[in-house]
């Protein structure tokens, strides 16, 4: 149950969200292109990072770049 400590994990590192144009999902809710946001855990496929309404999320890596 690793997604229940998440939140206190130490952050992996920091992404910069370069877009919100989601082709199936509504993300321009949670994500603000510009801003940088903390990554908590990784996948292959996915960022676990702490969105704007405070939770974590895990988003596709295509919205984002490493900085």
Do not use: P
Request: net charge positive.
């Amino acid at each position: 149950m690793i997604h229940l400590t998440w939140r206190d994990r130490e952050t992996i590192k920091k992404v910069k969200c370069i877009h919100t144009n989601a082709k199936k999902y509504i993300v321009d809710q949670v994500l603000t292109a510009g801003k940088v946001y903390d990554v908590k855990n990784e996948t292959e496929e996915f960022y676990y990072i702490i969105d704007n309404s405070g939770k974590v999320g895990g988003f596709y890596k295509e919205y984002f770049q490493e900085i």
